[in-house]
């Protein structure tokens, strides 16, 4: 069965007695029907001279900022003739001269399914906003294209940044749409919410089966194999190791000028894990990281979604890295992601044990138990806001 996004629902008339007065929307580029109509257009035909404003995550509405710390301005879309309000370039929450011009927010973002995609913190920042102005929200759902598996440690409060800002596991196998319920209820926000339900979706249901075409949302995101590896390759991005930005193949390739290709892959095979193969490849990014020079590198290919994890097997691969090149991998300093003291590694993991049992020479199988009993306890927590 073809799964009909939110989007695709609204168009059908649900939820539509939820969008009162004038109507912004938070969406990027990605924001389409499954017959590629972008919502904007979509939302000027059936509410004729209602969108007053368009809001754009990071990267920008069109997707085109390739890195971290890239900011956007506010503009005008020349399609809608509306503003547009960038959440990630002088502000990262909405303001009051933002909310002033529309009644009810509306969005339609496609996440990834990991805890530091920064887009499920722009919505949760922008519900705060919302609710202090006693504005309206509806979230237009889509797939979380991982399915509904949860994987990884939980976000350590004292650890808060723009990738992460809510107790949640690197994996949290939630839809947007369940996201914000529970970021309401759990924080406390006094916020009119509503969510579009999808149909035909659920949480045994990875991208590729929705018959939903892939849009990247970010620019480092071009397919769904770069969306099943980078809840743990996101990682690298806290060391020197190139992730693979600057290549054709970002996060799913990766290495440095100095890796031990054989000893990376010897010791990943010893941690027993399952649904992926590491072939050799090296590549010259062309921008970001060891730009312009020959990495010795890997690529994954996974081979089994339903048994590939990919936070452990990142895990795996970090820890691999740490004791064959002991000399030359290191931890990124910052700045990240707008935090200039706090290590980009502890930020993106949000625990400081697993950052340092890598340093001591643990392997995946002796971090998991750090973060085993709290994964279990969220499973059973967020059981109250799944709505597939």
């Known amino acids: 069965?073809?799964?009909?996004?939110g989007l695709e629902r609204l168009a059908q008339?649900?939820?539509?007695?939820?969008?009162?007065?004038?109507?912004?929307?938070?969406?990027?580029?990605?924001?389409?029907?499954?017959?590629?109509?972008?919502?904007?257009?979509?939302?000027?035909s059936l509410f004729p001279g209602r969108l007053t404003a368009l809001f754009s995550p990071q990267h920008g509405?069109?997707?085109?900022?390739?890195?971290n710390m890239v900011e956007s301005d506010d503009g005008f879309d020349p399609g809608t003739g509306v503003p547009v309000f960038s959440l990630y370039g002088r502000f990262r929450k909405p303001q009051p001269h933002h909310l002033n011009v529309i009644d009810t927010l509306v969005v339609d973002l496609q996440d990834v399914g990991c805890r530091v995609y920064?887009?499920?913190?722009?919505?949760?920042?922008a519900m705060e906003a919302c609710a202090e102005m006693g504005k309206k929200m509806v979230v237009l759902d889509r797939p979380n294209p991982l399915g509904g598996r949860a994987e990884g440690n939980l976000l350590d409060p004292g650890l808060s940044s723009f990738v992460g800002m809510h107790p949640i596991p690197m994996r949290h196998g939630m839809t947007v749409g369940e996201l914000a319920m529970m970021f309401r209820d759990e924080r406390g926000l006094d916020l009119d919410l509503h969510v579009v339900e999808m149909e035909g979706w659920s949480r045994?249901?990875?991208?590729?089966?929705?018959?939903?075409?892939?849009?990247?949302?970010?620019?480092?995101?071009?397919?769904?194999?770069?969306?099943?590896?980078?809840?743990?390759?996101?990682l690298l991005e806290g060391t020197n190791l190139s992730e693979g930005r600057g290549t054709t193949?970002?996060?799913?390739?990766?290495?440095?000028?100095?890796?031990?290709?054989?000893?990376?892959?010897?010791?990943?095979?010893?941690?027993?894990?399952e649904g992926f193969v590491l072939r050799e490849q090296w590549f010259e990014p062309t921008f970001h990281k060891w730009a312009g020079e020959s990495c010795k590198g890997l690529q994954i290919h996974v081979t089994s979604r339903e048994r590939f994890r990919p936070y452990e097997t990142s895990l795996a691969i970090l820890a691999a890295v740490a004791k064959t090149s002991p000399t030359e991998f290191a931890w990124r300093p910052p700045p990240y992601?707008?935090?200039y003291e706090r290590l980009p590694i502890d930020l993106l993991v949000g625990n400081r044990e697993v950052r340092k049992g890598i340093e001591d020479g643990c392997g995946p199988g002796e971090l998991e138990p750090l973060w085993r009993e709290e994964l279990a306890a969220f499973i059973e927590r967020r059981r109250r806001w799944l709505l597939y």
């Open 1 to 5: 069965m073809k799964v009909l996004t």
């Open 61 to 67: 509405l069109y997707a085109e900022k390739q890195d």
């Open 204 to 234: 045994d249901i990875m991208f590729p089966d929705t018959g939903i075409p892939w849009i990247w949302p970010s620019p480092n995101m071009p397919a769904f194999e770069t969306a099943l590896v980078y809840p743990g390759q996101v």
């Open 249 to 273: 193949r970002p996060f799913e390739v990766f290495g440095a000028p100095w890796m031990d290709v054989e000893g990376v892959v010897s010791l990943v095979s010893q941690a027993g894990l």
């Open 13 to 44: 008339g649900a939820g539509q007695e939820h969008l009162q007065g004038r109507l912004g929307l938070l969406c990027n580029q990605a924001s389409v029907t499954s017959s590629f109509e972008h919502a904007k257009g979509l939302f000027s």
């Open 118 to 125: 920064t887009f499920i913190w722009t919505i949760l920042l």
């Open 337 to 339: 992601e707008y935090e």
